[in-house]
DNA sequence: ATGGCTTGAGTGTCAAGA
C-alpha cells in the first residue's frame, strides 16, 4: 500500500499535474492540500475517470482538502471536532484499514501575528482530535503540508530562519507533541539525501538553488511505522512548467492494497 | 528594500502564502 500527499496549489491549476503524477505513482490515496476551490469546481469527473473515488473539503479562494483513493473512503469526517473553524484544513477517512488524516495546517504568517496564535491553537486541537482517533484507529497516517520545519536539518539556512515563521521553537514543541502521541515521521526512518525539502519558494530561483524547507510530512502511528519499507520526495513536478511550490511525499507500507 | 513569484478574485490591484 502507497499513501501520499501534495500541496497543489490550486487544483484548478495543478490538475494535469496531478493526473500525471497518479498515472505515473499509482498511489492507493493521495492527500492534497489548498485545492482552493468549493465543490462545484472540484474535478471528481476527471479523477473518477483516472480510477480514483474523491472526497472534498474545499472553499472558495483559500485552505481546501481532498483525498483521492483508488477504493471507496469509509468514516468520512471532515474539520476538527469540537474546534470552530471557518478554514477547510482537515478530511480524514478510512482507506484500506488505514486511517488517513489529510492536513493542510495554519501558516501562521509571522511569529507573534494573529495567524500565528490561530496556527498554535489549531495545532493543539489538532493533536486532541489525533489523541482520541488513535484509539479507534491504531493504524492511523497523518499526512500533509504541516507549515513546521521540525529540525535545523529540515532547513537550507537554518540561521536565517531561526525562530522565525515555520521554524520557531513554540511549532517544532507542537509538532514534537505529535511525535508524543507515538506517531514518527516516516521520512526519518530511513537514510535521506542531506538538503532534502518539499518546498521552494517561486522567487529568486528558489528551486534551482535548492533553497527549501521540509513542511510537508506523513507522520505513522506504530502499527504503520512498523509497516513502512520507504518513504520519499518527488521533487518531479517540481520541474515541470507551472508547478506547484510543494512536492509531493510518498511512504509506501507493507499492507496489502485495498 | 516587508521587495522578490503565484494564485484567486475580478478587471484595480490586493490578500495570502511560506
Request: net charge neutral.
Amino acid at each position: 500500500m502507497k499513501i501520499a500527499c501534495w500541496n497543489v496549489n490550486s487544483l484548478k491549476v495543478r490538475l494535469p499535474h496531478v493526473l500525471d503524477w497518479l498515472a505515473a505513482n499509482p498511489v492507493d490515496a493521495l492527500c492534497l492540500q489548498e485545492t482552493k476551490t468549493e465543490d462545484k469546481g472540484f474535478p471528481f469527473a476527471e479523477l473518477s475517470a483516472a480510477g480514483y473515488h474523491a472526497l472534498h473539503n474545499g472553499q472558495k479562494t483559500y485552505n481546501g482538502v481532498a483525498i483521492l483513493s483508488r477504493s471507496a473512503a469509509e468514516d468520512v469526517r471532515f474539520d476538527i471536532p469540537g474546534f470552530a473553524d471557518e478554514q477547510k484544513r482537515v478530511a480524514a477517512a478510512t482507506v484500506g484499514g488505514v486511517r488517513i488524516v489529510c492536513a493542510y495546517m495554519p501558516n501562521g504568517q509571522a511569529v507573534g501575528a494573529d495567524k500565528y496564535a490561530y496556527k498554535l491553537r489549531w495545532l493543539a486541537a489538532l493533536t486532541d482530535m489525533l489523541r482520541e482517533d488513535l484509539q479507534r484507529w491504531p493504524k492511523l497516517a497523518l499526512l500533509g503540508d504541516y507549515n513546521i520545519a521540525p529540525e535545523d536539518a529540515d532547513v537550507h539556512d537554518p540561521v536565517a530562519w531561526k525562530d522565525q515563521i515555520l521554524c520557531s521553537e513554540p511549532e517544532r514543541a507542537a509538532f514534537r507533541d505529535f511525535l508524543g502521541l507515538g506517531l514518527s515521521d516516516a521520512f526519518r526512518l530511513f537514510e535521506q539525501a542531506p538538503k532534502s525539502y518539499s518546498w521552494w519558494d517561486y522567487r529568486q530561483m528558489g528551486f534551482r538553488l535548492n533553497r527549501g524547507l521540509r513542511i510537508d510530512h506523513i507522520l505513522l502511528s506504530a502499527p504503520l511505522a512498523g509497516a513502512c519499507s520507504a518513504c520519499a520526495i518527488d521533487k518531479a513536478p517540481r520541474k515541470l512548467e507551472r508547478p506547484s511550490d510543494h512536492a509531493p511525499v510518498i511512504a509506501t507500507l507493507d499492507l496489502p492494497a485495498p
